[in-house]
């Protein structure tokens, strides 16, 4: 299973960053029994300050935030709740 999501608002002075991550979650189930490795990697993040809202990915690159609210779970709601 892979997903992306939104984790915990992180304020800095009267700017807001949403990490955003991707997660993985990886199950085997053998004779030996069951076997589950998750990963989590960060993709980007979301900035809400004063000026207005804007999105990076990891390198760096600005991102529509558009796109990462139709790709990324939770974070239209964590949005709505600032």
Known sequence: MKKM???NPITVGDVKL???E???VHGDNSKKGL???VTKEPIGVVIVSPQ????TDIN????????YL???S???EILNNL
Not at 60 to 67: D, F
């Open 35 to 37: 076997f589950l490795y």
């Open 70 to 72: 139709q790709q990324v």
């Open 60 to 67: 760096g690159n600005s991102v529509p935030l558009e796109t």
């Open 52 to 55: 207005g809202r804007s999105a």
């Open 74 to 76: 939770g974070l239209q």
């Open 18 to 20: 949403i990490p955003l």
């Open 22 to 24: 991707r997660v993985f």
């Open 5 to 7: 999501q939104a984790g």
